[in-house]
């Protein structure tokens, strides 16, 4: 055992990592100077560290418990300590966390024979926000402890495949003698013997891993895990019911046995609190819900109680805020109730401050290094690539998981339909699962997460792209499939009214944000993504480049496959459309009928005896409609009257009426006078280019009211989510709100080109910027917390809104921003990089080019 004195020392762990000094270890400042000792007395405190060795620190008695945490932070040269913490077992025998603000003697009764333990005390969902090797490292080391006293605890499959990274970056690439060896004289976990055979096979598949890609990987399975990063607490209700407390990042939650009964998003809790041993929870009001706005919930003493709830204000404090919250003023001349506080840095001013710290160090660095900082053009496509299938899979889930648990296990759903929902999507999942993994291992390598950037030998994806597309091709039939689900659905709703009603609560649901047809139409769109991606990375790389030829082959697999499935999915694409319209207008009869063919929908003014009225039109190959909204609780459109294609003459009318851009659709039975806000570029009003029929009108100034606020995410809806819980926020409700017009053409535009990925978000009016998991997909921004959130906080949508970048007057001195408005309504975006700069900037321009005649 060494005694350690405060000074910069340097840690074994860099050394296990096998880089340089400069790379994959901390962006800590060489020569950084441990924290400043108060005056007085010393006294020796012994810190066991997550790979079970023990340390000595002097520190002054009159220390907090800050100093000393710093101390041993700094002892490692690490950045990233704001995750972790020292905790102990006080003198109730309770393990407790070393409070920062209080001295460390009136903490510890028995310094010196007091162990105090180094430990992970936040754990954030997704560890790619742990930005240091080092810190990950730690990570793995807290998860090896917590799966072998099985805290952390899992199927065998999951506990075999941890312990494969484990032993992988302990001794290296599989050898069977040895690794048996190992395992035989190693425990990792729990009644480890029956499994060491699963072990060695998942072993002998992680060859040529480094240790810290294997961290990566250790991590990867433990955040998927339920019990990830959970401590639980025992409690009883009012009744007597014996329950668990845990605290995560954005909640806290009880379980009774193994079930989750009751959690609490910090966005609904007004107040936590306690009294003596009962542990109450203040709910903020909501009319939506009959539910009492206080629980109340006993622990085993007060001091239980105490502990359990500063864990949950530390929780809240470091995942929630955006910086550590100030102390309160101490009263004057008594105090009521805890005075404890958060103490430390946020994650959110942790991550700012080491991506600050990166930046800084860039012109310091070698020429090698700077591979740790990816700028090429091709990194940002394969990052594309990898934030859209993390999207894309989330879409599947929807339909294997959320549609299935909430239709699939209801006796009105046929069995046909089950089978053939279940043969066809459970597959795709499982190999575009597979798939985001390789490509996640892959950008992790890319962007330097270990020293393998160095030899430059993961700086590609081709490989990736093109053994994955050709693992796809024995599921082109469940690709096929996709068009006989679609029947198989329509059939079985039209044959049952409760199944009906089942598929329209579904789409309801905050987890179903687009129409449930598109989600079953995803994986045909997702070929042309991969497409699209290729055929970027085929343009940037010159012949000659390494990646070409496997870009180009992937290139030539995915094509073949686009073109044998494209007439099916403009079949279905138009079916769809039909089926999606026909939610939305009543008083029509057999809407989906044989050859026909939805060509646009979009306002014009219809002229009456009582004037110009707004009125939605429907265009098909065979008849227009027009409509109005109805007042009722469901908001469809009414349709007022039908006109056959057939015979039908157009004639200008402005003349004739006096109205600006007027004509006359003159049918052999009924004649209408329109008015559109403006002339088309393309010979208008003719039969032949009925595609450009309906034309987009200027906006009238009630049309819409924005509502997206600018204090809180979790609030932000659109009147047009606001105004009715019955499909209120579909394309067509858009298009009438902001008096717009989408042809068919747009719609298959839109789902050929979706985007994800992280931006910063600010209001007009709004000083900070917000970090947001953002997806552009129907039109529409929706915006996540992160990328594992299950359904969107909010919604922009974008029909009418310009793209430009901001002015000198608007004071956005920051790089790669965005701005969208419409009327008064003024959003910025920031990107990470000029490529996605331009990704945003043209995708949304080009789909509002088709929709509307005037850019600005």
């Given at each position: 055992?060494?005694?350690?004195?405060?000074?910069?020392?340097?840690?074994?762990?860099?050394?296990?990592?096998?880089?340089?000094?400069?790379?994959?270890?901390?962006?800590?400042?060489?020569?950084?100077?441990?924290?400043?000792?108060?005056?007085?007395?010393?006294?020796?405190?012994?810190?066991?560290?997550?790979?079970?060795?023990?340390?000595?620190?002097?520190?002054?008695?009159?220390?907090?418990?800050?100093?000393?945490?710093?101390?041993?932070?700094s002892?490692?040269?690490?950045?990233?300590?704001?995750?972790?913490?020292?905790?102990?077992?006080?003198?109730?025998?309770?393990?407790?966390?070393?409070?920062?603000?209080k001295?460390?003697?009136?903490?510890?009764?028995?310094?010196?024979?007091?162990?105090?333990?180094?430990?992970?005390?936040?754990?954030?969902?997704?560890?790619?926000?742990?930005?240091?090797?080092?810190?990950?490292y730690l990570?793995?080391?807290?998860?090896?402890?917590?799966?072998?006293?099985?805290?952390?605890?899992?199927?065998?499959?999951?506990?075999?495949?941890?312990?494969?990274?484990?032993?992988?970056?302990?001794?290296?690439?599989?050898?069977?003698s040895?690794?048996?060896?190992?395992?035989?004289?190693?425990?990792?976990?729990?009644?480890?013997?029956?499994?060491?055979?699963?072990?060695?096979?998942?072993?002998?598949?992680?060859?040529?891993?480094?240790?810290?890609?294997?961290?990566?990987?250790l991590?990867?399975?433990?955040?998927?895990?339920?019990?990830?990063g959970?401590?639980?607490?025992?409690?009883k209700?009012?009744?007597?019911?014996?329950?668990?407390?845990?605290?995560?990042?954005g909640?806290?939650?009880?379980?009774q046995?193994?079930?989750?009964?009751?959690?609490?998003?910090?966005?609904?809790?007004?107040?936590?609190?306690?009294?003596?041993?009962?542990?109450?929870?203040?709910?903020?009001?909501?009319?939506?819900?009959?539910?009492?706005?206080?629980?109340?919930?006993?622990?085993?003493?007060?001091?239980?109680?105490?502990v359990?709830?500063?864990?949950?204000?530390?929780?809240?404090?470091?995942?929630?805020?955006?910086?550590?919250?100030?102390?309160?003023?101490?009263?004057?001349?008594?105090?009521?109730?805890?005075?404890f506080?958060?103490?430390?840095?946020?994650?959110?001013?942790?991550?700012?401050?080491?991506?600050?710290?990166?930046?800084?160090?860039?012109?310091?660095?070698?020429?090698?290094?700077?591979?740790?900082?990816?700028?090429?053009?091709?990194?940002?496509?394969?990052?594309?690539?990898?934030?859209?299938?993390?999207?894309?899979?989330?879409?599947?889930?929807?339909?294997?998981?959320?549609?299935?648990?909430?239709?699939?296990?209801?006796?009105?759903?046929?069995?046909?339909?089950?089978?053939?929902?279940?043969?066809?999507?459970?597959?795709?999942?499982?190999?575009?699962?597979?798939?985001?993994?390789?490509?996640?291992?892959?950008?992790?390598?890319?962007?330097?997460?270990?020293?393998?950037?160095?030899?430059?030998?993961?700086?590609?994806?081709?490989?990736?792209?093109?053994?994955?597309?050709?693992?796809?091709?024995?599921?082109?039939?469940?690709?096929?499939?996709?068009?006989?689900?679609?029947?198989?659905?329509?059939?079985a709703?039209?044959?049952?009214?409760?199944?009906?009603?089942?598929?329209r609560?579904?789409?309801?649901?905050?987890?179903?944000?687009?129409?449930l047809?598109?989600?079953?139409?995803?994986?045909?769109?997702?070929?042309?993504?991969?497409?699209?991606?290729?055929?970027?990375?085929?343009?940037?790389?010159?012949?000659?480049?390494?990646?070409?030829?496997?870009?180009?082959?992937?290139?030539?697999?995915?094509?073949?496959?686009?073109?044998?499935?494209?007439?099916?999915?403009?079949?279905?694409?138009?079916?769809?459309?039909?089926?999606?319209?026909?939610?939305?207008?009543?008083?029509?009869?057999?809407?989906?009928?044989?050859?026909?063919?939805?060509?646009?929908?979009?306002?014009?003014?219809?002229?009456?005896?009582?004037?110009?009225?707004?009125?939605?039109?429907?265009?098909?190959?065979?008849?227009?409609?027009?409509?109005?909204?109805?007042?009722?609780?469901?908001?469809?459109?009414?349709?007022?009257?039908?006109?056959?294609?057939h015979?039908?003459?157009?004639?200008?009318?402005?003349?004739?009426?006096?109205?600006?851009?007027?004509?006359?659709?003159?049918?052999?039975?009924?004649?209408?006078?329109?008015?559109?806000?403006?002339?088309?570029?393309?010979?208008?009003?003719?039969l032949?280019?009925?595609?450009?029929?309906?034309?987009?009108?200027?906006?009238?100034?009630?049309?819409?009211v924005?509502?997206?606020?600018?204090?809180?995410?979790?609030?932000?809806?659109?009147?047009?989510?606001?105004?009715?819980p019955?499909?209120?926020?579909?394309?067509?409700?858009?298009?009438?709100?902001?008096?717009?017009?989408?042809?068919?053409?747009?719609?298959s535009l839109?789902?050929?080109?979706?985007?994800?990925?992280?931006?910063?978000?600010?209001?007009?009016?709004?000083?900070?910027?917000?970090?947001?998991?953002?997806?552009?997909?129907?039109?529409?921004?929706f915006?996540?917390?992160?990328?594992?959130?299950?359904?969107?906080?909010?919604?922009?949508?974008?029909?009418?809104?310009?793209?430009?970048?901001?002015?000198?007057?608007?004071?956005?001195?920051?790089?790669?921003?965005?701005?969208?408005h419409?009327?008064s309504?003024?959003?910025?975006?920031?990107?990470?990089?000029?490529?996605?700069f331009e990704?945003?900037?043209?995708?949304?321009?080009?789909?509002n080019?088709?929709?509307?005649?005037?850019?600005?």
């Open positions: 055992m060494s005694r350690i004195y405060p000074q910069p020392m340097a840690s074994g762990t860099g050394q296990r990592l096998g880089a340089p000094d400069t790379l994959g270890i901390s962006t800590l400042d060489p020569g950084h100077k441990p924290p400043a000792m108060p005056p007085g007395r010393h006294v020796t405190i012994r810190v066991r560290m997550l790979d079970d060795t023990e340390e000595l620190f002097d520190i002054s008695q009159k220390s907090t418990g800050k100093v000393l945490f710093d101390l041993v932070c002892h490692m040269n690490l950045i990233e300590g704001d995750y972790f913490g020292l905790e102990f077992q006080n003198h109730q025998k309770m393990m407790v966390w070393l409070d920062h603000i001295p460390i003697i009136k903490q510890l009764r028995r310094p010196k024979h007091t162990i105090l333990r180094f430990a992970v005390k936040f754990f954030p969902p997704d560890h790619a926000q742990l930005l240091e090797e080092l810190t990950r990570f793995a080391l807290q998860i090896k402890q917590d799966v072998s006293c099985g805290r952390l605890t899992c199927n065998d499959t999951s506990a075999a495949l941890m312990v494969s990274h484990i032993i992988q970056s302990e001794i290296g690439d599989f050898e069977e040895q690794c048996r060896s190992h395992l035989l004289n190693n425990n990792y976990i729990p009644e480890q013997m029956p499994m060491i055979d699963k072990i060695m096979e998942f072993h002998s598949k992680n060859i040529g891993q480094t240790p810290a890609e294997s961290d990566f990987q991590l990867e399975v433990a955040r998927r895990l339920e019990m990830y959970i401590r639980l607490h025992p409690a209700d009012r009744e007597g019911t014996r329950l668990r407390w845990m605290v995560y990042k909640y806290c939650s009880s379980l046995g193994h079930t989750k009964i009751n959690a609490f998003n910090w966005s609904k809790v007004r107040k936590l609190s306690f009294k003596r041993k009962r542990f109450l929870i203040k709910l903020r009001p909501d009319l939506n819900n009959s539910y009492q706005d206080t629980l109340e919930f006993l622990m085993g003493s007060r001091d239980c109680c105490k359990f709830w500063k864990i949950c204000v530390e929780y809240h404090a470091f995942f929630r805020l955006f910086e550590e919250p100030k102390p309160k003023p101490k009263p004057v001349l008594f105090t009521r109730g805890s005075a506080r958060f103490s430390g840095r946020t994650q959110k001013q942790v991550i700012d401050y080491v991506r600050e710290s990166e930046f800084k160090k860039i012109p310091l660095l070698s020429v090698v290094s700077l591979q740790r900082f990816p700028t090429d053009r091709a990194y940002f496509i394969a990052k594309e690539l990898l934030t859209t299938e993390r999207t894309y899979l989330k879409d599947l889930e929807v339909v294997t998981v959320s549609f299935q648990s909430a239709v699939g296990q209801d006796e009105a759903t046929p069995d046909s339909l089950k089978n053939t929902v279940l043969s066809t999507f459970e597959p795709l999942h499982k190999f575009h699962a597979g798939f985001l993994r390789e490509v996640e291992q892959r950008l992790a390598l890319w962007e330097g997460r270990s020293n393998a950037h160095i030899k430059g030998d993961y700086q590609h994806i081709g490989d990736v792209m093109l053994n994955n597309l050709q693992g796809l091709k024995p599921l082109t039939a469940n690709l096929h499939k996709q068009s006989e689900v679609l029947l198989e659905l329509e059939k709703c039209r044959a049952s009214r409760r199944l009906e009603g089942l598929c609560d579904f789409e309801l649901q905050k987890v179903c944000y687009v129409p047809n598109v989600f079953i139409l995803r994986p045909l769109h997702r070929l042309s993504h991969y497409k699209q991606i290729l055929e970027r990375l085929c343009k940037h790389y010159p012949a000659t480049h390494g990646d070409f030829r496997d870009c180009r082959a992937a290139l030539a697999d995915v094509s073949e496959m686009v073109e044998q499935l494209q007439g099916s999915l403009i079949k279905m694409e138009n079916f769809q459309k039909l089926l999606e319209l026909k939610k939305d207008l009543i008083g029509v009869d057999n809407l989906v009928v044989p050859g026909r063919e939805f060509i646009r929908l979009g306002c014009l003014s219809k002229l009456s005896g009582k004037g110009l009225q707004q009125r939605m039109f429907f265009l098909f190959n065979d008849v227009i409609l027009y409509t109005s909204r109805g007042m009722m609780g469901t908001n469809q459109f009414r349709v007022h009257g039908q006109l056959p294609l015979g039908m003459t157009i004639r200008e009318s402005e003349d004739e009426w006096g109205v600006p851009h007027a004509f006359t659709l003159v049918g052999q039975q009924q004649s209408l006078v329109v008015a559109a806000s403006a002339l088309l570029p393309s010979p208008p009003y003719s032949s280019s009925s595609n450009d029929l309906l034309t987009f009108p200027e906006c009238p100034e009630d049309s819409l924005e509502a997206e606020s600018e204090d809180d995410i979790t609030a932000s809806h659109t009147s047009l989510e606001r105004s009715s019955h499909r209120g926020n579909t394309m067509v409700h858009v298009c009438w709100h902001r008096n717009t017009s989408v042809s068919m053409v747009d719609f839109a789902v050929e080109n979706q985007l994800s990925g992280n931006l910063l978000r600010k209001f007009k009016n709004s000083n900070g910027w917000q970090k947001l998991w953002v997806v552009f997909t129907n039109f529409s921004l915006f996540y917390k992160s990328h594992q959130d299950d359904y969107p906080l909010a919604s922009l949508p974008l029909l009418g809104y310009s793209v430009t970048v901001p002015s000198e007057s608007e004071n956005i001195h920051k790089e790669y921003v965005f701005k969208l419409f009327k309504h003024v959003y910025y975006f920031r990107s990470e990089s000029e490529y996605t990704r945003y900037s043209v995708i949304i321009r080009v789909h080019y088709f929709v509307r005649l005037q850019l600005c």
